[in-house]
């Protein structure tokens, strides 16, 4: 077989000889490194690592696999190979805001995500024309205080039947339920602002621009039961003064959402992520 370029991730308790239990093998079959990152923990006392690496002729894959086995059952080793050009199912799901959106779209179409995207979500009908220009189906899920239950049943119908690998809330303005929440836990990502001091409810930007806010930012996470607070992916932050009005806040924190996301994105199809605990490991390109 010609060359091939694979992703390893690992982790598992840490100990002596986690890095040579991938690095060895990988030379010892004379396959090459192109790109090593590992972290040990010392608080969790969990260490991980991710090598991507280029096949040498004559690859067997199930071969690979079995051997590689075999020596991370002697780590304790929590493992997965995949294909570098694999393009793993992102389902996304939108209200009206469609920056993150669009973000998303344009990456993917000029391949700097390297995804398939096989349905849109949204509660509103406003955004079917963009997802038509794209060629990508659009599903109008609309849903209320009676009709919660159904929706997300008929949402996560959706998701198993087009085998989506991830969620992206990309500007959802829904509260997903705790048992979603649950199905979903790891690998559905969402995006919100981040101003500090931090301005709950109605209007945010216009509570931070009565406060004089000096700096704007967003955080990519995945979800969970506690509301916004789930393992943090990527956060952004850029800096501002007296000359933004509440408008200019809000152009400026919907910049840093969708760069914020598409990163958290990347990183997650790149398999760059770790949870570990209520935290995560993130390997940054």
């Not at 200019?248 to 398999?271: C, M, N, P, Q, W």
Request: charged share 25%; proline share 4%.
């Amino acid at each position: 077989m010609p060359a091939t370029n694979w992703i390893i991730t690992a982790q598992c308790p840490s100990q002596l000889g986690t890095v040579d239990a991938v690095t060895g093998y990988l030379y010892h079959n004379q396959h090459y490194i192109e790109e090593l990152h590992s972290f040990d923990d010392t608080h969790s006392q969990r260490f991980f690592i991710r090598a991507r690496f280029r096949t040498a002729e004559g690859f067997d894959e199930e071969k690979f696999r079995l051997q590689f086995a075999l020596r991370a059952e002697k780590f304790d080793m929590q493992w997965e190979m995949t294909l570098d050009q694999h393009k793993p199912k992102v389902l996304i799901l939108v209200s009206k805001f469609d920056h993150c959106l669009n973000d998303l779209l344009y990456k993917y179409r000029i391949g700097q995500l390297n995804m398939e995207i096989p349905a849109i979500v949204s509660n509103h009908p406003d955004l079917k024309s963009l997802a038509d220009w794209y060629g990508i189906p659009y599903h109008h899920l609309p849903v209320s205080a009676e009709t919660k239950a159904e929706q997300e049943a008929q949402l996560w119908q959706l998701i198993q039947e087009t085998s989506s690998e991830l969620v992206v809330l990309a500007r959802y303005m829904q509260v997903l339920s705790p048992e979603l929440c649950k199905k979903l836990q790891g690998w559905a990502i969402n995006i919100h602002h981040s101003l500090l001091p931090g301005f709950k409810g109605a209007k945010p930007y216009h509570q931070a621009y009565e406060k004089g806010v000096k700096t704007v930012g967003a955080t990519a996470h995945y979800i969970n039961d506690d509301l916004d607070e789930g393992p943090i992916i990527a956060q952004g932050i850029e800096a501002v003064d007296h000359t933004y009005y509440p408008e200019d806040l809000i152009a400026k924190g919907r910049d840093i959402e969708r760069v914020t996301l598409s990163r958290a994105v990347k990183y997650h199809i790149e398999k760059r992520i770790f949870l570990n605990g209520n935290r995560t490991v993130v390997f940054s390109d």
